[in-house]
C-alpha cells in the first residue's frame, strides 16, 4: 500500500491551520489545508507518496490553488510535484530550519504580483528584412548570387554569422525599447531567454498590487502603437516563480 504524504503548493504569511475551499490535485487530497509553523504555513493536501507526472490535468491543479491563494496572501509558489512524507517533515525541514529565508522572500513580495510578457515580431520574414536594411549584409549577399557553393563556402558562413549579428542587435534594440518603459513600474525585472526565431522579449516583472493599473495601460499603448509590428502575450498575474528560490531536500 503507497504511503499517504503531503502535496506541497506554496508558503503564506499565516501562523494558524487553516482549511480553503479547493479541491486538491489528488483525489485522496480534496481538502487542502495549512501547515503553520510561527507565523508561517505551507499548504497542502493529502496525496500518495510517490512522483507526479506533468500531465495537463495535474500542472493546473496546481495552478489553481497558487492562484486561489494569491487572492488572500502573498505567496511563495513551491514547484510542481513536491511531496513530502508526513507533517513533521513539511514544519521542521522546511519551515523551521528555512524560516528566516522563507520569511525575507515573503516579505520581498509583500503585495506584488508577478506580471509575464512575451514579445513576437510579426514579420516571417524578418531575416531577409534585415538582410535587405543592412548595406554590408546586402552586398555580400548580392554577390554570392549565381556562383557555386563550392567557391563561396567561406563567404556563406560570413554572411550567416553576420545576418545572427544583425538579427542579435535588432532583438536588443527592440526589447529595450519595451524594456526601458516597463522597468520603472516593476520592483524587479527578470529577462528570460528567448526561444523562437521571431521572440524578441521574454521577461518577468514583479509589480505591486497597485501599479498594475499602470502596467496594464503601457503593454496596451504598445499594443496600440505597434499592432502591425509585433505581437504581444501579456499574462498574469501568475504565482511569482520567477521571483522565488526555495531549496528543497527531505532527510
Request: hydrophobic letters at 40%.
Amino acid at each position: 500500500m503507497t504511503a499517504i504524504g503531503r502535496y506541497l503548493y506554496g508558503i503564506i504569511p499565516c501562523g494558524e491551520m487553516r482549511r480553503f475551499d479547493i479541491q486538491g490535485i489528488h483525489e485522496q487530497g480534496r481538502e487542502v489545508y495549512s501547515i503553520p509553523y510561527r507565523d508561517l504555513a505551507v499548504v497542502v493536501s493529502d496525496s500518495p507518496y510517490e512522483p507526479y507526472e506533468s500531465t495537463r490535468r495535474h500542472m493546473l491543479a496546481h495552478t489553481r490553488v497558487l492562484e486561489a491563494l494569491m487572492r488572500e496572501y502573498s505567496v511563495l509558489p513551491i514547484r510542481f510535484g513536491i511531496v513530502a512524507p508526513d507533517v513533521d517533515t513539511v514544519r521542521e525541514q522546511l519551515l523551521a530550519r528555512h524560516y528566516s529565508d522563507l520569511r525575507s522572500q515573503l516579505d520581498a513580495l509583500r503585495n506584488c504580483i508577478e506580471l509575464g510578457l512575451k514579445v513576437f515580431w510579426t514579420a516571417e520574414d524578418m531575416l531577409c528584412r534585415i538582410a535587405d536594411e543592412t548595406p554590408a549584409i546586402r552586398v555580400l549577399r548580392d554577390s554570392l548570387r549565381g556562383r557555386s557553393l563550392e567557391s563561396t563556402y567561406y563567404e556563406r558562413i560570413r554572411l550567416g554569422e553576420m545576418v545572427e549579428q544583425a538579427l542579435a542587435a535588432r532583438r536588443n534594440h527592440d526589447a529595450e525599447m519595451f524594456l526601458g518603459k516597463l522597468r520603472p513600474l516593476a520592483s524587479k525585472t527578470v529577462v528570460l531567454p528567448v526561444h523562437a526565431d521571431r521572440m524578441v522579449l521574454n521577461a518577468a516583472f514583479l509589480v505591486e498590487r497597485e501599479r498594475e493599473a499602470d502596467f496594464d495601460d503601457v503593454v496596451r499603448c504598445f499594443g496600440d502603437r505597434f499592432e502591425d509590428r509585433f505581437l504581444f502575450k501579456y499574462v498574469g498575474p501568475v504565482p511569482p516563480y520567477n521571483f522565488v528560490s526555495i531549496a528543497i531536500q527531505w532527510h
